[in-house]
Each structure stands twice: as C-alpha cells, then as structure tokens.
C-alpha cells in the first residue's frame, strides 16, 4: 500500500474535498484485490489519522464508499465507522466480505468484527469471529490481541466451551507470552482453560513442597515445560548411564506426584538437541555427548510414559526442528528474558500444546470430509474423463498420489473418510474403481455424496448419518469460494485453507493437528470397518416392517463386564468423546477411571455388542456409586453407533439383576442437561423411573424401586460378568452418605 500512503501525502495538500475523496478510492481501487496484513494494517492507520484530522472527509467518504467496492475501500469504511462509535453499522460492513487468499488478513478481518460486535453486544457472533480469527493466524501480534478480546467476552460472563480444563505450567522458562497464547488458542478449540504459572525453575518445589501455592490451585493438567539447559548437561559426561537412569528416576517422580496431589494429567516436553556444540558431530557419536544423551533421553520418556498412566509426551524437539532451531531457540532473548522459545514461535508451540489438550479431552475431529476434483485428483472427472484426469505419472499427479496416501492411513488409525462433491455420482465413483493410479477405493469411505446438492446440507447429512456431531468433522476443499461458504454456514465444521499446489497438501492438512490422539484402540484401527456395517444395518431396517423384526435380523449378542485394566483406553476414551446418549456427561481421567476397576464403592459396566454383520466393540458404559439403600447411577452413556437398538435396557437390567441380589431397595438415576444429550432427557421416565427433584441447574433426579425384573428384548443373548456369585451380606454393603 505504499501508492496509498503517497496519494495520501500528495491528497492533504489539496483544498478539495471531492479531490481528495477521489483521490482515496481510486488509490483503494487501483490496488490489488487481495490484502495482505501489512495492506489492511496501513489502511487502519488512514482512518485514524482521516477521523482525527480530518472530520469533514470522513463524513465524505462514508457516503461515497459503496457496498460493492473492493475490500480495501471497506476496511477503510468500517475503519471510520467504528472510530465514529458505530459498531453496528463497522460490523456489518466487515461481515460483507471474506480474504480468500490471505488467511492473516481474514484473521484480521474477523478480530476487527468481533471487537465491533463486542461493542454492539452481539455475543454470539462475536465468539464465533474471535474463535474463527484465532484458528487462522500464527501472529503472535494478533493473538495477543485476541486474548484480550477474550478477556472482554469472559468479564461479560459470554464465553461458551466445550470443556473446561485448570492448566499449570512449570519449567524453567518464562512463560507471560505462552500463557495468553495457549489461552485464546484453546478457547478456539473449545476449551474454557484457567492457568496457574509456575515460578521460573521452581517447578521441583511447586511440586514437592508440602503447601505450595500449586496445590491450592489443584491442576487438572500439569505442562513440564523444562528446555535442555535445565538438564545441566555438560558437552561430555563420564558416566551416561548413571545419569541417565538419574534424570528419568527425577521426572518420574515428578510425574508420580502430579497425579497422586492433584489427580492431574501431565504434559512433558521432552528436550530440544541443541544445534550448536563445540563437539560438532561428535556430541551425537561419543557415548557421553550431550547431544546423544539428549536423544537418548527423548526416547527414554517415551518408553516411560507408555509405563506411567495419565502421562503424555510433546514432542518438543520434533516441533523445533519443523520449525527451524535456530529461528526456534533465540539465544538473546533467552539471555536476556529467560524467554523460550523465540517469540514467533509461541504460537506453533501454544497449538501443538492444545492439540494435544483436545485429545486428551476428546475433543479431536473424527470425520475427515473431502472434496473430488482438484483435492484428491487433478482436472474435472465429469468433463476430463478417467483419462484425462491428473493422478500419479507426473509430478502433479504423484502429488495428488500422495495426499491419498496419507488420507488412506488416516483412515487406518481410525478416522472416518467421507466425500462431499459436486458430482455426478457414476463418474466420481468410476475414479475409485478403474483409474490404475488410486490408492483410495469405495470401500474406505464410510459416506459418498456425489450429487449437486448444496455442500452445507450434505455436511448436515453425513453427520446425521454417521451421528456425530458437525464439530467432529473436518472438510477439505481446493476451492476457495466453497470453504469460505462453509465457514460462514457452518462454523462448527473445521476448513482449513488447503494451498494452490498439491504438493502442500500434506504438509497443510497435517499441520493443522485435527486427528491428534493419545493412544490406539483396537475400536479407532475398525471405526471405519463399523461405520460400513451400520450402513448395511441401515439396509436391513429399511426393510424391515417394524423394530421387532428389525432387531430379530441383527442377531445381537451382549456382553457385559466390569472395568477391568485391559480395555482401560477404550473405556475412558468413551467416557471423555461421547455426547449425545450421555445422562451426566461426567468427564474423567484415566487415573480417575482406574480407580474404580475393583472398587468396593462402585458398580462398574461395559458393553461390549456384536451382530450378524459384525463386533461393534466396546460401546456402552454404566457407574453406579453405592448408598445405605440404593444404587445411584452418576455415568451412564452409549455411543452413536447403536443407538435405537434397546440396548439401554439390557445395561440397565443388569444393573437392577445387580441391585437386587445385593440388598438394594432402589436404583437413583441422574440427568444433567447439556448443549448435546437432548436426545436423552426423558430417558428414565420412559424406562419406568419416577422424578423426585429437579433442580434450578435442570438437573433431575430419578428413583426405581427394584420390584420384579424386566426382561431384556427378545432375541438378544446376555452374558453378564457383573453379577454377584452370591449376595454380599448385610453388613458388608457400604455405607456412603453423598452421591459422587
């Protein structure tokens, strides 16, 4: 914008008002149509300094810029208009249009309506644009600025998460930019995080001290954000083994206490190899050098932590080597401030640390939703033909080869694939069945919609379909046009900007950190393998003339168990992912759920459910805390994929069977209301319990007593492990005075 700049000096000496106003547009009009941020940012500074010193030109230009102007000529307008106190009118201008091809300055054009829809008290709107400004930047400048925005919708008592999570960050690094980062980047991934920072290199006290201020606080997850230097390696050790054995013994213990004081989930940061040394190559060749111990080191916490549960490691050093060590570690802020790592990079570390947040919350994408022509092939299959179309055999084509590749393991570890194209169905379809070059086939998509349907309503209907949630899925674009009307229809679903070359599609989509995951389930490596069997269950109840029928076809056979430490990860990966058929939506920790395998004070259940068409796995989950006389059930859940098929009955049976042999008079059920598990809310009236409290929060309390035993839908073979040899004795029945 430095034609901006200088039409502006050589404008202000003219006496004219209707020059200069000409002057303006046609230096906002003559430039390019895209803005970078430095472009947008210049044109901000020109309506400041037009509002201050010149009140009769903005009244001008206001009137004279139109609607249909280019971008540039309405951040000038919207500029003026907020600096006139006109929020309302700022915000309507700025969600008149979108930078498809610069996504800083879409950052920026979102902070700008969001501040204005701050203003006008827009809540809503105002969350979604600062939730869509902080998915799309790097700038430390800008979300620095956005956390403040955040502040304003917090003090306003607006902010809306999915989950909520009380962070502690240790190390010996100083963490006052991190924090704030870390902050607006998990409020734009759903997560209401409250922090507490730990003093520089006070991290073995924090933790160990008998009444540190880290206790009262009381983390739920503790980041060990300790970098190499706090290792105090020497560039040669004598005995590495000793050390080595010496430091793991250190940070296991550190880890041990995290969880045993406050029950919290522990995020290390394993340690960055240096790049420089005196020693050269020799610091990785030489037993004792300190760049082989360091990766040494590294790969020792991954051992450990695969040993020690609610314990994850960040990739530190991996991260830094993406981003470049030397830009990565800056040696004169380190000296100077203590800050690592370098300023700029704070927002690529703050992201890595989030993702890793989201899956240990459960809040990573589960559907990977992906367009046809010029996403997973080159050209227009309905126009180029198969021959025709780019995939594998050039360099365009083996990038295109490429990008499937990857998309095909995604599915492996678990991700649902689906495609959303306009298309007609046969030629989209002839691609994954005859192209000699494809590496994707049919059967990996568990949805194929080809059609010329709007692209929001088939993102409605693959997620009703597979019953997630639209914030489960992930959709993949190459036009800009089409990603940019999902953002606005739906901002649920995440879009990334995906790059021009193909070539970068990999790197893009794998930077984004959707499908992050702490551990693999036998159920995530079958997910898409089930999602295929519920299409043909679909098949089968369509033409089947009632439920009963339908039902009797699936030949579906129960098992029942109590926790047990072999299915652990699936059963707290239920507990912390599932939303919908979900009474309490009881959030808890893998430690957390450990303690209940064999606990004297629980009831435990999970489902494990098979049919004719295959095992659908572990997908039901039942906790029943015990009193004087009852049984209160605290979580209860079941996951999408069989909902409708009665099973809620058969749980609940089991429990009641349970209940009476055991003493019992009565099984207490609970309902708290959330954003998502409307789909259960009378579930216990129409299971035969009666309502004995509501409270003001809409929670509500349920009794049954425990008279004759219902039996469970005809057809179904029951084995159920939960039940008592024999009834416990009078005496040995707890007695608890408060449900959990």
């Known amino acids: 914008m430095l034609e901006l700049k200088t039409a502006w000096f050589e404008l202000k000496k003219r006496n004219s008002t209707e020059e200069r106003v000409a002057g303006v547009i046609r230096a906002l009009t003559s430039g390019p149509t895209e803005l970078d941020p430095p472009a947008v940012r210049t044109i901000v500074d020109l309506a400041e300094e037009i509002h201050l010193r010149e009140p009769g030109l903005t009244l001008s230009l206001l009137k004279e810029l139109q609607p249909d102007a280019p971008p540039a000529c309405q951040w000038l307008k919207a500029g003026l208009l907020e600096l006139q106190s006109k ?54 400048r800008l979300l620095l600025a956005n956390e403040k925005l955040l502040d304003r919708i917090r003090t306003a008592g607006q902010t809306s998460a999915r989950r909520q999570s009380k962070v502690a960050i240790l190390g010996n690094a100083t963490f006052d930019f991190l ?72 940070l296991r213990g550190l880890w041990r206490q995290c969880r045993e004081r406050f029950q919290a989930q522990v995020i290390q940061h394993n340690f960055e190899v240096p790049v420089a040394s005196p020693y050269g190559r020799l610091s990785m060749v030489m037993p004792g050098g300190r760049a082989r111990l360091i990766q040494r080191l590294n790969l020792e916490l991954w051992i450990a932590a695969a040993a020690e549960p609610g314990v994850q490691i ?20 380190w000296h100077s401030a203590k800050q ?58 083996e990038a295109y080869r490429e990008f499937q590749s990857y998309v095909k393991s995604l599915r492996e570890r678990g991700v649902i694939l689906a495609v959303c194209s306009k298309n007609n169905e046969a030629d989209a379809k002839l691609v994954f069945t005859s192209h000699p070059e494809k590496v994707l086939s049919l059967d990996d998509f568990a949805i194929f919609l080809a059609n010329w349907r709007p692209k929001d309503e088939n993102l409605r209907r693959i997620a009703q379909s597979l019953n997630i949630g639209l914030d489960s899925l992930v959709f993949v674009d190459d036009s800009p046009v089409e990603r940019a009307w999902i953002r606005r229809q739906l901002p649920e679903v995440e879009v990334p900007e995906m790059p021009v070359d193909p070539a970068d599609q990999v790197k893009v989509l794998d930077q984004h950190l959707y499908f992050e995951a702490v551990e693999l389930t036998e159920e995530d490596r079958q997910r898409a393998s089930l999602y295929q069997a519920n299409l043909e269950r679909e098949q089968l109840q369509a033409s089947s003339a009632n439920l009963e029928d339908f039902l009797a076809g699936l030949q579906i ?46 009831y435990t259940q999970f489902m494990r459910v098979r049919d004719r068409f295959g095992d659908n796995g572990i997908v039901g989950i039942l906790i029943a805390s015990r009193d004087a006389e009852s049984l209160c059930v605290d979580t209860w859940l079941m996951s999408c994929r069989v909902l409708g098929r009665r099973l809620e009955e058969v749980m609940l049976n089991s429990l009641r069977k349970y209940a009476c042999a055991a003493g019992y008079k009565t099984v207490v059920g609970l309902y708290r209301p959330t954003a998502k598990n409307h789909q259960v809310a009378d579930l216990y009236d129409r299971l035969g319990f009666d309502l004995i409290e509501t409270a003001a929060s809409g929670e509500r309390r349920y009794s049954i007593s425990l008279g004759e035993m219902p039996k469970n839908p005809s057809g179904f073979v029951v084995e159920d492990s939960t039940q008592l040899v024999a009834p416990l004795p009078e005496e040995t029945v707890p007695k608890i005075s408060s449900h959990q």
């Not at 560039?235 to 013994?249: A, I, N, R, T």
């Open 87 to 140: 929020p309302e009118e700022a915000a309507v201008v700025l969600d008149s249009f979108t930078h498809l091809h610069s996504t800083e300055s879409e950052a920026l054009r979102l902070q700008a309506l969001c501040r204005n829809l701050i203003v006008s008290q827009r809540w809503p709107e105002a969350v979604a644009a600062l939730k869509g400004s902080s998915q799309r930047t790097n700038s430390l």
């Open 179 to 250: 924090v704030p980062v870390l902050r607006v980047c998990a409020f734009a991934s759903g997560i209401d995080v409250e922090t507490y920072v730990g003093s520089y290199g006070q991290h073995h006290q924090e933790i160990l001290g008998p009444s540190s201020a880290l206790d009262a606080f009381h983390p739920s997850l503790v980041f060990l954000a300790m970098d190499w230097r706090s290792l105090g390696l020497p560039e040669v050790v004598s005995d590495p083994d000793g050390w080595m054995k010496s430091c793991l013994q250190e």
């Open 314 to 333: 960040l990739d530190v050093n991996e991260i830094a080597s993406a981003y470049g060590k030397y830009r990565w570690d800056d040696r004169s802020l």
């Open 340 to 397: 690592y790592p370098a300023a700029k990079a704070l927002p690529v570390l703050a992201r890595q640390q989030v993702a890793l947040m989201r899956a240990l919350l459960g809040l990573s994408s589960k559907c990977l939703v992906l367009d046809l022509d010029g996403t997973l092939w080159g050209g227009v299959i309905g126009e180029d033909g198969i021959a025709g179309i780019r995939l594998g055999g050039s360099s365009e084509g």
């Open 557 to 602: 056979r129960v098992e029942l168990r109590s926790f047990d430490e072999g299915n652990l990860p699936r059963i707290v990966q239920l507990i912390n992912k599932t939303n919908q058929f979900n009474l309490t939506t009881q959030r808890m920790s893998e430690n957390q759920v450990r303690e209940l395998i064999g606990s004297p004070d629980h």
